[in-house]
């Protein structure tokens, strides 16, 4: 395509006052509604182009499309504090520099050429540093990788644990006609795992929860039973794959309680050649945290993940860099390799005599944003005692929302029992709520969204409708945002 073809390219070097406007906004947000207006939804919906122009519009009116016409009918979910959805995190002023960065070199993370870029040294920096903040050795994970978030990476994991169990059986059997199948043990899974499953042929239905119970109050819904565990594990029939929940997407709490439980775990993997993988999306930074009795017990959730063969992270939710991004650790390299590696492929080939490895041969994408930037500088801007301070943070607000709750007439905390202390001792950095009121109950995730000054997510808890906070934002003020909660579920209770 010949630059004439292309209408106001001088213009796009001029400098740009909107695109300046967008760093403010990123980092002063203008005073408005978390969610779009119904009027500006309708809007934005009305100017969506539909069909391609014979005659291009041109830069400046694509820009003035874009700010006129889009931006209004975006939601703030990562520059609103008080965006509650789901586990969305913000954007870290680094992590957004970066980003630029990235949009405006466009490489292609791909093939470690040592002559050709430095981005694979930055991407296996970035994961270096991922391990530093964690607490991982790094010795002890030779495989790492960015992916497009814990579902992404949860794939990964369980596409390495697939090959690897099968490789067991067929070691021990000379071969694996014996085998019915593979199955996935886990408590609770998240769906991604479910998804990951089914893309991989292991089966949706195959991923089977065993936990002592699915639902109820005694806080303890995430516990392995591990008496079903030992028995499907010792099942000659199936490969298993367990899956531990490092933090249940609607309490946030975890199915492991120490290093004891984990061990036990691991040694049962062990035992029957098991592959042992941790969905720790949001939890593994419960790792962050200093001992004390403060976060003890969300620290002891966390604990002994450094004992499984892989690791599922999300950098867009607590490390708060942009969508998308997460990350996927392994100790067996190898593995990785043999389920990845693409096959004649001569112009793939990376630089010889390096301790790097090349990112397609190891992941599923064969061409790759550059990720792990956004993940590079925000670490190296706010190291581990910025990142343990957020974190701090986000769980102080998530319990003083839960103590109030405790104690209010008209609501009810869910996920959790036993004392007020218990139930705060074990409050990460979700809260998941349901109102007294049975008709207010149906429609309260809508009636609280409906304020415009905060957004929750609904959802289902022992079969009934709930709502959950999920506080993953890196400009949380912790008592400036609970007196904005209290007045928002006072008024809905009204």
């Known amino acids: ?53 014979r005659t291009g519009q041109g830069y400046n009116q694509a820009k003035h499309h874009l700010f006129n016409d889009i931006i209004p009918g975006l939601n703030d979910s990562a520059i609103n504090a008080n965006y509650y959805g789901f586990v969305t995190g913000g954007v870290t002023p680094a992590a957004l520099l970066a980003d630029n960065v990235v949009s405006t070199y466009d490489q292609n993370v791909c093939v470690h050429l040592v002559d050709h870029s430095v981005t694979t040294d930055v991407e296996y920096a970035a994961l270096c540093l991922l391990k530093d903040l964690f607490g991982l050795k790094k010795e002890d994970w030779p495989h790492g990788t960015f992916t497009t978030g814990a579902t992404g990476s949860n794939l990964v994991g369980l596409a390495c644990g697939r090959e690897y169990v099968l490789r067991k059986a067929v070691q021990k059997k000379g071969g694996n006609g014996s085998l019915k199948g593979l199955q996935v043990l886990s408590t609770l899974p998240h769906a991604s795992v479910g998804k990951a499953a089914g893309i991989l042929g292991i089966g949706r239905a195959n991923v089977k929860s065993i936990a002592t119970q699915t639902g109820g109050t005694d806080g303890q819904p995430l516990k392995f039973d591990f008496d079903v565990l030992e028995k499907e594990l010792a099942r000659a029939d199936v490969a298993t794959i367990v899956s531990i929940s490092c933090g249940e997407v609607n309490t946030g709490r ?241």
Request: proline letters at 4%; hydrophobic letters at 40%; one cysteine or more.
């Open 1 to 53: 395509m010949e630059q004439n073809h292309l209408k106001d390219n001088v213009g796009v070097k001029e400098e740009d006052d909107h695109s300046k406007g967008l760093w403010d906004t990123a980092l002063n947000p203008p005073s408005r509604n978390v969610l779009p207006t119904a009027a500006s939804l309708a809007h934005s919906r009305s100017s969506i182009i539909t069909e391609l122009p």
């Open 254 to 494: 975890f199915a492991t309680k120490g290093i004891d439980e984990f061990k036990r775990v691991r040694e049962l993997c062990d035992k029957y050649n098991a592959w042992l993988h941790v969905d720790a999306a949001f939890g593994v930074f419960g790792r962050v945290l200093e001992d004390g009795p403060e976060f003890d017990m969300v620290k002891k959730g966390s604990e002994g993940i450094e004992l499984a063969d892989s690791i599922t992270g999300d950098g867009h939710k607590l490390l708060n860099v942009p969508y998308d991004c997460g990350f996927l650790f392994s100790r067996h390299g190898d593995v990785a390799e043999e389920v990845f590696k693409n096959p004649n492929a001569a112009y793939l080939c990376s630089s010889a005599g390096n301790h790097i490895p090349t990112p397609l041969n190891i992941g599923v994408e064969n061409s790759k944003r550059f990720r792990a930037l956004p993940v590079y500088s925000t670490l190296i801007a706010y190291g581990k005692d910025g990142y343990r301070a957020m974190v701090e943070r986000q769980i102080r607000l998530a319990r003083l929302i839960t103590a109030w709750l405790y104690d209010h007439p008209k609501y009810t905390v869910l996920g959790g029992a036993g004392s007020k202390e218990d139930l705060l001792a074990t409050t990460y950095m979700i809260v998941l709520l349901r109102a007294k009121d049975e008709g207010l109950n149906l429609k309260l995730a809508d009636a609280i969204n409906a304020t415009g000054k905060i957004f929750v997510s609904g959802t289902k808890w022992s079969g009934e409708a709930a709502c959950r906070i999920a506080i993953s934002n890196w400009k949380v003020q912790v008592e400036r945002d609970f007196k904005l909660v209290k007045e928002v579920l006072d008024g809905v209770a009204q």
